[in-house]
């Protein structure tokens, strides 16, 4: 079946600019997790949901950064205000449920410029 | 914060050796999860060990559970080129927590 799928799969804005980014999981995964790779760091957890809630927001760096996934399915993570310091890969999991296997998309490589 | 760490941060060996990596963590836990990521983007899973469960294989990777030590190990035999990737544990307590990983390299 088809896997977790994110777009786009690289984004190049400005400072200063909004970018929002897609994620679909697997269809049934109730769970989703949205993470930050900066290069030769491991994922660095933002945000995770359960359904259509945000179980826990605590790795969301600051208010510039906001996720949704409004009817339990694909979820969208925005950042507004873009800074250099937010480029980075952003990677989207998926589970069947919470502490389960996690199986990830390809990410979406975002740089500001 | 991070929850599982990876020792050694980096680790080359030549093709047909095993290669060992460990991981520690900080909290208890209901079971802990390694991953590989090939250069470029998202993690593959590879085994989940449950906190009840002491070892478990699949194909040619081991992995040991500690909980008493809070450690992990996971053990790649007769490694191939392909294995070269980095490695991450995690545990999951709601969300998941990964460490910065081992860079395993496997030479030819």
């Known amino acids: 079946g088809a896997g977790v799928s994110q777009t786009p799969s690289n984004k190049v804005t400005e400072k200063g600019k909004y970018v929002e980014l897609r994620c679909d999981p697997i269809s049934g995964h109730t769970a989703l997790y949205w993470y930050r790779q900066s290069l030769g760091q491991g994922p660095e957890f933002l945000i995770y949901f359960q359904g259509t809630g945000a179980a826990d927001d605590s790795g969301l760096p600051n208010d510039r950064f906001f996720a949704v996934r409004p009817e339990g399915s694909v979820s969208t993570l925005k950042i507004q205000r873009t800074e250099r310091g937010d480029s980075a890969v952003y990677l989207c999991?998926?589970?069947?449920?919470?502490?389960?296997?996690?199986?990830f998309g390809p990410g979406t490589r975002l740089t500001v410029l | 914060s991070q929850q599982g760490e990876e020792d050694p941060q980096a680790l080359s060996i030549q093709e047909g050796e095993n290669a060992t990596m460990n991981c520690s963590y900080k909290?208890?836990?209901?079971?802990l999860q390694w991953y590989r990521q090939n250069s470029g983007r998202g993690l593959v899973h590879l085994i989940l060990i449950r906190s009840n469960e002491r070892e478990k294989h699949s194909g040619r990777l081991r992995v040991t559970l500690d909980t008493s030590k809070k450690s992990s190990s996971l053990l790649i035999t007769a490694s191939r080129a392909a294995d070269t990737a980095s490695y991450f544990c995690?545990?999951?307590?709601?969300?998941?927590?990964f460490g910065a990983g081992t860079r395993l390299t496997v030479k030819p």
């Open positions: 995690a545990t999951p307590s709601g969300d998941m927590r």
């Open positions: 999991a998926s589970s069947l449920e919470r502490e389960l296997t996690q199986y």
């Open positions: 909290t208890s836990i209901n079971n």
